[in-house]
């Protein structure tokens, strides 16, 4: 029996659920411990000018606060990645989607996500970093058809909760004032693109779902 190709496309969609499920979650070359000299935008802790480190994490708590150990390039380049991912999956949302609020949803999603990737990236230009790109593409996983609603609202809910956790834990810990006014500007957009996929119906028990294949 002959295998089924995918197709490209659908291999692209796929693969922006698969970034979704794991772009919260620190890349193992993101980390960055407290002192490394590898990294030109952490510093000692302790240091007077140490505008672009973290605070250091407790002794023996890296596991249950990991974003203490991560240094403000890595949140950066990660956060222009994930913008980058948002982006493209609201322009799926306002393709795809069956129903006017989904399309809705999408085209602020495209707006806001768009706006806050140019600020991350004006910032790092100023510290001439790059962010990796988007370069798999894995096969599709979102239904097509009527389905596709309740599965692509449930996804970006759970992404859009664990993105908030994210930005409100890093505000706590980065000294950079430029870097922490621009997440700042960024939560409420975010907390308002949930707070709208909550209301698509059969969004809240995907995301549920979502949530759990990714704990």
């Not at 990294?39 to 480190?53: I, L, Q, T």
């Not at 908030?164 to 621009?182: M, P, Q, V, W, Y």
Request: with cysteine; net charge positive; glycine share 6%.
């Amino acid at each position: 029996m002959k295998r089924k190709l995918l197709s490209p496309k659908a291999c692209i969609v796929t693969f922006l659920l698969f970034a979704c499920s794991t772009a919260w979650a620190q890349a193992k070359g993101d980390i960055v411990k407290p002192g490394k000299n590898t990294d030109p935008m952490v510093v000692n802790p302790g240091k007077a000018n140490d505008g672009m480190a973290v605070k250091p994490s407790h002794p023996n708590n890296d596991i249950k606060h990991p974003m203490a150990i991560m240094s403000d390039t890595a949140f950066l380049n990660k956060n222009i990645r994930d913008n980058q991912v948002e982006i493209t999956l609201s322009a799926l949302g306002q393709e795809k989607g069956t129903s006017a609020a989904v399309k809705r949803v999408a085209a602020i999603m495209k707006t806001d996500h768009t706006a806050i990737l140019n600020d991350l990236l004006s910032i790092q230009k100023k510290h001439g970093k790059a962010a990796d790109g988007l370069d798999k593409m894995p096969p599709d996983a979102l239904p097509a058809g009527d389905n596709f609603d309740q599965a692509w609202a449930g996804q970006m809910l759970a992404m859009h909760e664990a993105k908030i956790a994210e930005l409100e834990t890093f505000i706590g810990l980065t000294k950079d004032a430029e870097l922490k006014a621009a997440v700042m500007k960024a939560i409420p957009k975010i907390k308002k693109h949930r707070d709208l996929l909550a209301e698509i119906p059969g969004a809240k028990e995907k995301s549920k779902a979502a949530r759990t294949r990714t704990i």
